[in-house]
């Protein structure tokens, strides 16, 4: 019987996250085998992974983060079954760093696929759901490049946001977090108008039209004032029309101007739970 030191478990505990007693159980069960350890651990991940794979993990924690010159950034949901465990600091703790990593990555495979501190990120969420017991999942992964790109985080880790603009310019910054809280509290479907889906637009217009015939309005008239309902929908649902949220004298794409007079908004992401 292999001796198993406060260290051993300390040791494990640090490279997995598992609590102490199953780290205990596991070195034991391995004999003091710190490889065999975690395998053991994972394989436990593996099961409970299973056992859960019906469940809805629709908490966990949304993360925006960019690199070092503010040209790219990334969001991402980890999602969990429970708010008590989204919570957590430790849990945002690994969210953030699985963001920080994503930045190297283009598609949610490939970042599933790179290591993460010895192992993939794939088993490592594997390994975690066996230590944490909920199903945990990246539900959103999100990648955005721009000449300048900023970042924005809605209290408690529900919904996160990256905008890009056209130039760094003074007070982008600034710009970019303003805007890009807007994209949080507001929830745009698109940057502009050729962002929005045309299936979209044709669904709306018909359900213009049905309401305005309810109204009595002649049939020559509709497509016009539908058009002029169009106008509105663009304003309300799309991010550079929509009125700034800290000054509704302007639009996003005009309080953007103000801060550089050549400047605009090139792309947004948003990740949010649920």
């Not at 996250?17 to 034991?28: E, S």
């Not at 230590?131 to 992964?141: H, M, S």
């Amino acid at each position: 019987m292999a001796t198993i030191t406060a260290a051993d478990v300390n040791k494990l505990r640090t490279a997995t996250g598992a609590g102490m007693m199953d780290c205990k159980k596991a070195l034991v069960e391995s004999e003091g085998d710190f490889d065999l350890a975690i395998e053991n651990l994972r394989k436990k991940g593996q099961k409970v992974a299973a056992n859960r794979s019906d469940r809805e993990s629709t908490e966990g924690a949304a993360i925006a983060v960019v690199n070092a010159d503010k040209t790219a950034g990334v969001v991402i949901t980890l999602n969990c079954e429970t708010d008590f465990v989204g919570m957590n600091e430790s849990f945002v703790k690994m969210a953030t760093e699985m963001a920080n990593q994503a930045l190297s990555y283009d598609t949610l495979e490939a970042f599933l696929a790179s290591d993460f501190n010895g192992i993939t990120v794939a088993d490592k969420l594997i390994e975690q759901t066996g230590v944490i017991g909920e199903k945990l999942e990246i539900r959103t992964f999100e990648k955005l490049e721009g000449a300048f790109v900023g970042s924005y985080i809605h209290s408690g880790n529900k919904i996160a946001t990256i905008v890009a603009l056209s130039a760094k310019v003074d007070g982008a910054e600034e710009a970019a977090r303003n805007v890009a809280m807007q994209a949080a509290a507001m929830n745009p479907i698109a940057l502009n108008e050729a962002g929005v889906d045309a299936a979209v637009i044709e669904k709306e217009i018909e359900i213009a039209k049905d309401l305005l015939r309810q109204e009595g309005k002649p049939e020559a008239m509709l497509e016009n004032i539908s058009k002029g309902k169009i106008q509105r929908f663009y304003k309300d649902n799309t991010l550079i029309n929509q009125d700034y949220i800290k000054d509704s004298s302007m639009n996003v794409a005009s309080y953007v101007k103000s801060v550089g007079k050549d400047l605009i908004v090139t792309g947004f992401k948003r990740a949010a739970l649920g």
